[in-house]
């Protein structure tokens, strides 16, 4: 099975800061990967897919990259309602695996 | 709109059956799989299983496997997630999602709200 590991598990910055959050795949994915916002309460939103494009819908601050085993996602300017946790999930194989995570948090 | 309704939170005794619901509207339910997620209280996603409701193929996360069974109601657009024996440990937010056939290229959207199971004697 193909393991997704982020980093960091959480981590603090203020609103306008560029936030870099990374995920690596225990083996090739090719660019079958997919970020996701969680906020407190409310079910996963699905920002990112194929490692690169953006879902209708979502603000271009958001954006991915990488390909292979290496993952990136990025935020440009924080803004006060991107607090939430981000998750990386693998579709190249099943079980379709899922990130430990990430807990963003607005100073 | 493309809607992924779930049914009502459920609290059960060990031992008990359960089948919860999540029911498509907005879409060609067969031209999508659906997929279930299990997120135990401030725990991360878990990948359970998926149904393809054209033939309902199914394919489930070993962790999963032999302990829920994923099914499909063509004629309503219903999917489900079905426990026969529960245990404590099945307390947890149980979330259905749409994805595009074949898996690979595309994620998981839309997502049902979510369903609370609690599991307790």
């Known amino acids: 099975d193909i393991q997704m590991t982020q980093s960091p598990s959480s981590l603090s910055a203020s609103v306008g800061d560029r936030v870099t959050i990374t995920c690596r795949a225990s083996?090739?994915?090719?660019?079958?990967l997919n970020w996701y916002q969680q906020k407190a309460g409310r079910a996963p939103k699905l920002l990112i897919y194929?490692?690169?494009r953006l879902q209708p819908g979502v603000p271009s601050r958001f954006t991915g990259s990488g390909s292979g085993t290496g993952f990136v996602l990025t935020i440009s300017s924080l803004q006060p309602e991107d607090s939430a946790t981000y998750y990386c999930q693998q579709t190249f194989s099943t079980p379709y695996a899922f990130g430990q995570g990430t807990k963003l948090e607005i100073k | 709109e493309v809607q992924l309704v779930q049914s009502g939170p459920e609290v059960k005794k060990p031992g008990e059956s359960l089948t919860i619901s999540c029911q498509a509207s907005?879409?060609?339910?067969?031209?999508?799989?659906i997929s279930w997620g299990r997120q135990m209280a401030g725990k991360g996603l878990e990948w359970m299983g998926r149904?393809?409701?054209?033939?309902?193929?199914?394919n489930y996360n070993p962790s999963f496997q032999g302990h829920v069974t994923i099914s499909v109601d063509k004629s309503t657009s219903t999917a489900y997630l079905q426990w026969s024996i529960l245990k404590t440990s099945d307390t947890a937010i149980y979330y259905c999602?749409?994805?595009?056939?074949?898996?690979?290229?595309?994620?998981?959207?839309?997502w049902g709200q979510g369903t609370l199971v609690t599991v307790s004697s």
């Open positions: 999602a749409r994805h595009p056939r074949g898996g690979g290229f595309g994620g998981f959207d839309p």
């Open positions: 194929a490692a690169s």
């Open positions: 149904i393809d409701p054209s033939d309902s193929y199914t």
């Open positions: 907005g879409y060609f339910f067969t031209n999508y799989w």
């Open positions: 083996q090739n994915i090719n660019y079958y």
